[in-house]
T-cell receptor, first 114, second 116 residues
């Protein structure tokens, strides 16, 4: 079956620190990979995605590279801000390029302190 | 606001009662999804519509659950004879579909169900 394993939280960082949230997956077929973010009181929002091996998704200073050989899609940001405090979810879909039937990880709570 | 809207935002019900939730997707989106999220977990896929057709259902969607999208616009999710294990956040999402470029799923804020 399909599954996503995320680094357990919560993660607390100081402003301007480097962020890495690990994500590994197992999937039947060739999945597309996603990072979603949930800010307090809001719905899930797509942060970035990658649809094939070695693709790098990027948005708002966040990056993640699709690594087929290590089945990973780690999220990174060079300098976090207080406004990045949120819950981050790694997800996959085995429907190539599509967000159909997403399989999510359990989420990582990030708190950034000023 | 032209995002995905869900109603109600919160619902408290007694065990054994029926509940119905509504989702209004983004107007031009033909794909609609329901997910369930329990505390400390990521969302789990329940079901998927393309227009009015329900094309996929997870095995999580027991016989007590039914979803409809009668005119290919809004959708309802009904839970009959609620159980305490049904307590969760129910999320709706929609996407344009059609090509890989239009595949971003936009999520609503969810309906939080508490069964007492």
């Amino acid at each position: 079956g399909n599954s996503v394993t995320q680094m357990e939280g919560p993660v607390t960082l100081s402003e301007e620190a480097f962020l890495t949230i690990n994500c590994t997956y197992t999937a039947t077929g060739y999945p597309s990979l996603f990072w979603y973010v949930q800010y307090p009181g809001e719905g899930l929002q797509l942060l970035l995605k990658a649809t094939k091996a070695d693709d790098k998704g990027s948005n708002k200073g966040f990056e993640a590279t699709y690594r087929k050989e290590t089945t990973s899609f780690h999220l990174e940001k060079g300098s976090v801000q207080v406004s990045d405090s949120a819950v981050y979810f790694c997800a996959l879909s085995v429907h190539q390029g599509s967000a159909r039937q997403l399989t999510f990880g359990s989420g990582t709570q990030l708190t950034v302190l000023p | 606001d032209t995002g995905v809207s869900q109603d109600p935002r919160h619902k408290i019900t007694k065990r054994g009662q029926n509940v119905t939730f509504r989702c209004d997707p983004i107007s031009e989106h033909n794909r609609l999804y329901w997910y369930r999220q329990t505390l400390g977990q990521g969302p789990e896929f329940l079901t998927y519509f393309q227009n009015e057709a329900q094309l996929e259902k997870s095995r999580l969607l027991s016989d007590r659950f039914s979803a409809e999208r009668p005119k290919g616009s809004f959708s309802t999710l009904e839970i009959q004879r609620t159980e305490q294990g049904d307590s969760a956040m129910y999320l709706c999402a929609s996407s344009l579909g059609g090509t890989p470029m239009n595949t971003e799923a936009f999520f609503g804020q969810g309906t939080r169900l508490t069964v007492v």
